[in-house]
């Protein structure tokens, strides 16, 4: 599909110094008008929403600091995946700059689950903890928040997850708020915050912002400059939690991941230092991409397989050395982990193949001996195949848990909440969730969902929008160099696509120590010859070619050149540097006879 959104093209192109290619794509992600262009384009923190819009948060920051110059023994509970640790660090830091008397517990994921629990609180109230500050859990632990109240603890909640609802006669929703001494969270209906698409590290740091301008009004307790510097530093975990939460990378969150890209080069905290190294990234810029793919996993995959308290040590950490070593144990773990996905996948693909799965509008599988931290990955890649909704359900100590991941045209969240009475808990959002649920209740969950889900064929379908249709002879230097203004790409902002028709594909060669690969020599209407690559599906690719033009012009392509293969081609351009010299190059993203 081809998007078709209207503007003057030209105009914005002359206005703000763009290629009118730019202006197209710009036009094409929902920015409109000057402010938004400017803002999209040359944003900076001084752009960013003020934090006291957050609604309570002076309250909640006048009360823990009256906690902590009482000497309150305060607990920061968190969770174990990016979004978690990160906004627990920020916390803390946080905290222990206003000198208070602090400490943090991450939930086990197998143990605990996800957020506050009565065990949690039973242990803070034996280690005499007075207060709780939840990061990215608590708006959904209203029974929770009400136990610790009657042991005599007291809860702030900062959070940026779904509010609880009921529904009302009348078809209405009333919010179900837990009665903690405040609650931050963007998507409370009070809550006047402009943009309620930031992760918990990002609400976190916003506390903090706060606390620190609140605390630094003390004669003597902390400097504008010490306040601002620690921010900026705090900033870089927001940054990367809004990445690996795969948030919009819309309005402020752009803002933000632009700048803590930049600032994660020279980072001076040692966790990250080490992360960044282990990964054999030191020195080079940073991407979204990096963040959402090599260095996020190994954080998550601590909390999956082992603790994450590990990765929170990582970045508490002051000694290099010690912050290595934990370092490298999160990039084992995660080395570990993608060969337990992989065989997870193939055991759902089978399980889906052979039954009566396969016909089902979403997809509800039980892989009791799958390790349960891996079930929202499982789900990913089954969506990604099936283009379904997926929830996978592993065996827990107390029936099953499990993860869904959806589709644009599926509210996961909002389903979930007509069948609630299967679950013994449950919580997300539009795209992903998570759940409890006795073994029992699988059969009645998977049929209840199919009955209710309203989803046509056509939501099936995946549709790749084209930015661009746009001719190779239009590619140059200067239109790549202009396209990195729009990075960082991610949710919310895709890498842009441009497409053309009548692509000959003239030689090939296969590259790769996997031969996962493929390089080759094409050429465009106007007889003009280009440089590709391809790092995508080469058996698939293979088969397409050899469906479309038989297997011996398949084969002549890799030996002496073909003169029949005629395509159609999603691309991005980009630079190739090799030995010091650059050469513009075609990535082929996708294809079609």
Same mark, same amino acid.
């Given at each position: @599909? $081809?998007?078709?959104?209207?503007?003057?093209?030209?105009?914005?192109?002359? +206005?703000?110094?763009?290629?009118?290619?730019?202006?197209?794509?710009?036009?094409?992600?929902?920015?409109?008008?000057?402010?938004?262009?400017?803002?999209?384009?040359?944003?900076?923190? !001084?752009?960013?929403?003020?934090?006291?819009?957050?609604?309570?948060?002076?309250?909640?920051?006048?009360?823990?600091?009256?906690?902590?110059?009482?000497?309150?023994?305060?607990?920061?509970?968190?969770?174990?995946?990016?979004?978690?640790?990160?906004?627990?660090?920020?916390?803390?830091?946080?905290?222990?700059?206003?000198?208070?008397?602090?400490?943090?517990?991450?939930?086990?994921?197998?143990?605990?689950?996800?957020?506050?629990? !009565?065990?949690?609180?039973?242990?803070? /109230?034996?280690?005499?903890? =007075?207060?709780?500050?939840?990061?990215?859990? &608590?708006?959904?632990?209203?029974?929770?928040?009400?136990?610790?109240?009657?042991?005599?603890?007291?809860?702030?909640?900062?959070? /940026?997850?779904?509010?609880?609802?009921?529904?009302?006669?009348?078809?209405?929703?009333?919010?179900?708020?837990?009665?903690? =001494?405040?609650?931050?969270?963007?998507?409370?209906?009070?809550?006047?915050?402009?943009?309620?698409?930031?992760?918990?590290?990002?609400?976190?740091?916003?506390?903090?912002?706060?606390?620190?301008?609140?605390?630094?009004?003390?004669?003597?307790?902390?400097? $504008?400059?010490?306040?601002?510097?620690?921010?900026?530093?705090?900033?870089?975990?927001?940054?990367?939690?809004?990445?690996? !939460?795969?948030?919009?990378?819309?309005?402020?969150?752009?803002?933000?991941?632009?700048?803590?890209?930049?600032? @994660?080069?020279?980072?001076?905290?040692?966790?990250?230092?080490?992360?960044?190294?282990?990964?054999?990234?030191? %020195?080079?810029?940073?991407?979204?991409?990096?963040?959402?793919?090599?260095? #996020?996993?190994?954080?998550?995959?601590? &909390?999956?397989?082992?603790?994450?308290?590990?990765?929170? +040590?990582?970045?508490?950490?002051?000694?290099?050395?010690?912050?290595?070593?934990?370092? &490298?144990?999160?990039?084992?773990?995660?080395?570990?982990?993608?060969? @337990?996905?992989?065989?997870?996948?193939?055991?759902?693909?089978? @399980?889906?193949?052979?039954?009566?799965?396969?016909?089902?509008? $979403?997809?509800?599988?039980?892989?009791?001996?799958? /390790?349960?931290?891996?079930?929202?990955?499982?789900?990913?890649?089954?969506?990604?195949?099936?283009?379904?909704?997926?929830?996978?359900?592993?065996?827990?100590?107390?029936?099953?848990? #499990?993860?869904?991941?959806?589709? !644009?045209?599926?509210?996961?969240?909002?389903?979930?909440?007509?069948?609630?009475?299967?679950?013994?808990?449950? #919580?997300?959002?539009?795209?992903?969730?998570?759940?409890?649920?006795?073994?029992?209740?699988?059969?009645?969950?998977?049929?209840?969902?199919?009955?209710?889900? +309203?989803?046509?064929?056509?939501?099936?379908?995946?549709?790749?929008?084209?930015?661009?249709?746009?001719?190779?002879?239009?590619? *140059?230097?200067?239109?790549?160099?202009?396209?990195?203004?729009?990075?960082?790409?991610? *949710?919310?902002?895709?890498?842009?696509?441009?497409?053309?028709?009548?692509?000959?594909?003239?030689?090939?060669?296969?590259?790769?120590?996997?031969?996962?690969?493929?390089?080759?020599?094409?050429?465009?209407?106007? %007889?003009?010859?280009?440089?590709?690559?391809?790092?995508?599906?080469?058996?698939?690719?293979?088969?397409?070619?050899?469906?479309?033009?038989?297997? #011996?012009?398949?084969?002549?392509?890799?030996?002496?050149?073909?003169?029949?293969?005629?395509? +159609?081609?999603?691309?991005?351009?980009?630079?190739?540097?090799?030995? %010091?010299?650059?050469?513009?190059?075609?990535?082929?993203?996708?294809?079609?006879?």
């Amino acid at each position: @599909m $081809v998007s078709a959104k209207k503007a003057d093209f030209g105009k914005i192109s002359e +206005q703000f110094g763009i290629d009118p290619v730019i202006a197209r794509i710009i036009r094409n992600r929902d920015i409109v008008g000057d402010r938004e262009i400017e803002l999209f384009l040359h944003g900076t923190l !001084d752009d960013l929403h003020a934090p006291r819009l957050l609604y309570d948060i002076e309250k909640a920051v006048l009360f823990l600091l009256s906690e902590i110059d009482r000497g309150a023994r305060i607990r920061i509970i968190g969770d174990y995946d990016i979004d978690g640790v990160c906004a627990s660090y920020i916390l803390y830091r946080g905290l222990k700059t206003c000198m208070a008397d602090v400490d943090t517990v991450i939930p086990h994921r197998m143990r605990d689950g996800y957020g506050l629990n !009565d065990e949690l609180i039973k242990q803070a /109230h034996r280690d005499g903890i =007075e207060t709780i500050v939840t990061c990215d859990n &608590g708006i959904a632990a209203a029974e929770q928040i009400r136990f610790a109240q009657e042991l005599g603890i007291r809860v702030i909640v900062t959070d /940026h997850h779904e509010v609880p609802y009921e529904m009302l006669a009348d078809g209405s929703r009333r919010e179900l708020l837990p009665p903690a =001494e405040a609650v931050i969270d963007p998507k409370q209906e009070n809550c006047q915050y402009p943009f309620d698409g930031i992760c918990g590290a990002f609400v976190a740091c916003k506390f903090v912002q706060v606390l620190l301008e609140t605390y630094g009004k003390r004669q003597g307790a902390l400097s $504008v400059e010490e306040q601002e510097d620690i921010i900026k530093e705090l900033l870089e975990f927001a940054a990367f939690a809004t990445v690996g !939460d795969v948030m919009e990378l819309k309005d402020e969150n752009r803002i933000l991941v632009r700048y803590g890209l930049e600032r @994660m080069v020279h980072t001076k905290n040692m966790g990250l230092r080490a992360l960044i190294e282990v990964n054999g990234l030191q %020195g080079k810029a940073l991407s979204a991409y990096h963040i959402g793919f090599v260095l #996020g996993p190994c954080l998550n995959a601590t &909390g999956r397989l082992d603790t994450a308290a590990k990765a929170l +040590q990582m970045f508490c950490s002051t000694d290099f050395a010690q912050a290595v070593r934990l370092a &490298g144990e999160l990039k084992e773990l995660n080395d570990s982990r993608k060969e @337990m996905t992989v065989l997870g996948v193939e055991q759902a693909v089978t @399980m889906i193949e052979n039954s009566s799965l396969k016909n089902d509008k $979403v997809l509800v599988l039980y892989l009791p001996d799958c /390790h349960e931290s891996l079930a929202g990955i499982i789900a990913g890649r089954i969506r990604e195949r099936y283009q379904k909704p997926v929830f996978v359900l592993t065996k827990a100590e107390e029936g099953v848990k #499990g993860s869904g991941r959806s589709i !644009d045209a599926y509210h996961m969240y909002d389903k979930m909440s007509e069948c609630r009475h299967l679950f013994t808990r449950y #919580g997300g959002h539009k795209m992903a969730a998570g759940l409890s649920m006795p073994e029992e209740m699988i059969e009645e969950f998977r049929q209840t969902l199919n009955r209710n889900c +309203q989803l046509s064929d056509e939501d099936f379908v995946e549709k790749i929008v084209i930015d661009v249709p746009m001719p190779l002879s239009y590619v *140059n230097r200067d239109l790549i160099k202009q396209l990195q203004v729009l990075e960082p790409f991610g *949710n919310g902002n895709p890498k842009p696509v441009f497409a053309q028709k009548n692509i000959r594909i003239l030689q090939g060669r296969i590259l790769g120590k996997n031969g996962n690969v493929g390089k080759y020599r094409i050429q465009d209407e106007t %007889g003009r010859n280009y440089d590709m690559i391809y790092f995508g599906d080469m058996e698939k690719w293979h088969a397409f070619l050899e469906a479309s033009f038989g297997t #011996g012009e398949r084969e002549r392509l890799y030996r002496e050149g073909s003169a029949k293969i005629s395509i +159609q081609m999603i691309y991005y351009p980009d630079i190739n540097v090799y030995q %010091g010299r650059e050469s513009l190059q075609i990535v082929m993203q996708d294809y079609a006879r």
